[in-house]
């Protein structure tokens, strides 16, 4: 989509459909108030009909022939006026994408000045909620039918505003692109397809370069664990490696390693999952996507900070080479592991790529993963949790996420919980069989692998893949993308 901004007052704006936000409970205050004197109270008389409502979430199209540079007018509820925030303009930006994507090409949107996020944070928050809002899933379907919206206006003019709306719409896209990633069916979506797409990004900019280690290699480099993950399944592993160097970093001596699960299909292997729903777990790769599309996005950016980026891609599948519970299995970095659960697959293919990206020189490292059901209890659809072995570095993970609309919630550490995973016979076991506590304990065991230095990671089994629309900006069941404008996010910062 061709996204611009224009210093051009909303009546004038030339589009197929001009949008507006509609506070509740003000009358027609800010701009919405602006255009109604423009139309000779138009929208009141509709407001006294019952025909425009200010309620959250609806939107109304007027036709304004003549009246303003545009035929149509879009008027969305977005709420009480002080509580307007970046999230309630995505959303209002997705429903309006969404009502006219039938039917117009040329959307323009009114930044509104009276409204609390400033202008700059407007811009993005459209632009995230078009572009994110216009995506659909049916990729599929023989006959799916595309959004015409093919170009996107800001009415503003604020200074900086053109470089927001550019960089919302560069993450936006590469977030489209992991979610089209996890939306792709397992039988595509297989390791070896998940390390082309690497290379296919390496070789579309400039200072990356994508390698992906396999079974061998994998085996040589000493991951037992990794190895054992995928030795149940007929379609190898991938260790996929992105590394992103530019010329002149701001801290030469900082690099950010970003490592991603990519189960590209988890059954739980012998610890067999049920049957209901367990096509989802195509999505347990969304880790791995997340981290490989934003790692695309930074090279694009040409952030300058260096990047490491590891996603250990595999299939967890029953069968006769399926490695068993009561296995024990030893990781990269030595240390033994008794495997309790072979559907706790997750953090066993993480220590190997956590060890593989301190291994490679990483300093600051966040790992996100769709790692216990645990974590989607907890915190349901919307938040991710974040664990990590210092505060500090937590707090910048969390701040960004929150920064970028990938919400991000502190969740706890405490080396008392990791008698959790404490095994008779090996140096841990991969799961407990108590009911606590399931997310954190598996931090604890993937803080064993996480070497020196901060480390933070997500759990990100709510948000990543949807069950069912969130009723916001995110419209459909499926990958959402979450993490790649959190990780852009905290590059830009670091980069600072
Ligand atoms: N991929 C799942 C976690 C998951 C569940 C993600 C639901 C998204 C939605 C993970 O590999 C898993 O199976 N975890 C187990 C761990 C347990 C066996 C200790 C879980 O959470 O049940
Ligand atoms: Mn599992
Ligand atoms: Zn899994």
């Not at 990590?388 to 920064?403: K, L, M």
């Not at 016979?425 to 931090?443: C, E, Y």
Request: a negative charge.
């Amino acid at each position: 989509m061709n996204v611009e901004v224009q210093a051009v007052s909303p009546e004038e704006v030339e589009a197929d459909v001009l949008a507006v936000p509609l506070t509740s409970g003000n009358g027609l205050a800010g701009a919405a108030g602006a255009l109604d004197s423009a139309l000779d109270g138009l929208l009141q008389r509709l407001s006294a009909d019952g025909e425009l409502r200010d309620e959250p979430g609806r939107v109304r199209i007027v036709h304004v022939d003549g009246k303003l540079g545009t035929s149509r007018l879009a008027v969305v509820g977005v709420g009480s006026a002080d509580k307007v925030d970046a999230d309630a303009l995505r959303t209002a930006a997705a429903l309006v994408a969404e009502e006219v994507g039938d039917f117009a090409e040329h959307l323009a949107w009114v930044v509104d000045d009276s409204l609390p996020p400033d202008a700059a944070e407007q811009v993005r928050a459209l632009v995230d909620g078009t572009l994110l809002g216009s995506y659909h899933p049916a990729r599929w379907k023989s006959d799916g039918s595309a959004s015409k919206l093919s170009a996107l206006v800001l009415c503003g003019s604020a200074k900086g505003l053109a470089a927001s709306a550019d960089r919302a719409a560069l993450v936006a896209e590469w977030t489209n692109r992991a979610r089209d990633l996890v939306n792709s069916p397992p039988n595509e979506m297989n390791p070896e397809r998940l390390a082309e797409r690497a290379r296919e990004i390496a070789s579309s900019v400039e200072h990356l370069t994508a390698e992906a280690l396999g079974p061998d290699e994998i085996k040589a480099q000493g991951m037992g664990a990794l190895a054992a993950v995928a030795q149940g399944s007929d379609t190898p592993p991938r260790l996929v490696v992105l590394r992103y160097d530019p010329p002149e970093p701001t801290h030469p001596e900082l690099v950010l390693g970003l490592v991603g699960k990519a189960i590209t299909f988890d059954t739980g292997g012998i610890s067999l999952k049920p049957a209901l729903h367990m096509e989802d777990m195509k999505g347990d790769m969304a880790g791995g996507a997340a981290v490989i599309e934003a790692t695309g996005a930074i090279a694009e950016l040409g952030l300058p900070i260096r990047v490491l980026t590891v996603a250990a891609a595999s299939e967890n599948m029953p069968g006769g080479h399926a490695y068993r519970p009561g296995d024990i299995i030893t990781a990269a970095n030595g240390k033994t592991i008794e495997v309790t659960n072979t559907d706790a697959e997750g953090r066993l293919v993480l220590a190997d790529a956590l060890w593989y990206a301190r291994e490679q020189g990483a300093t600051h490292v966040l790992d996100l993963a769709t790692l216990t059901g645990a974590m989607e209890v907890a915190l349901g659809d919307f938040y991710a949790g974040i664990f990590s072995n210092e505060d500090a570095w937590r707090d910048q993970v969390v701040a960004a996420g929150e920064a970028s609309g990938d919400h991000a919630w502190a969740f706890p550490m405490h080396p008392r919980y990791r008698r959790y995973v404490d095994s008779v016979f090996a140096d841990m076991k991969n799961s407990s069989d108590l009911r606590q506590a399931g997310a954190v304990l598996a931090a604890e065991f993937l803080k064993e692998f996480a070497g020196d230095g901060p480390w933070a990671h997500a759990d990100i089994a709510g948000p990543a893949f949807l069950e069912r629309s969130r009723g916001d900006y995110l419209m459909h069941r499926g990958g959402t993308g979450y993490g790649v404008r959190l990780i852009v996010e905290l590059a830009s910062r670091l980069s600072a």
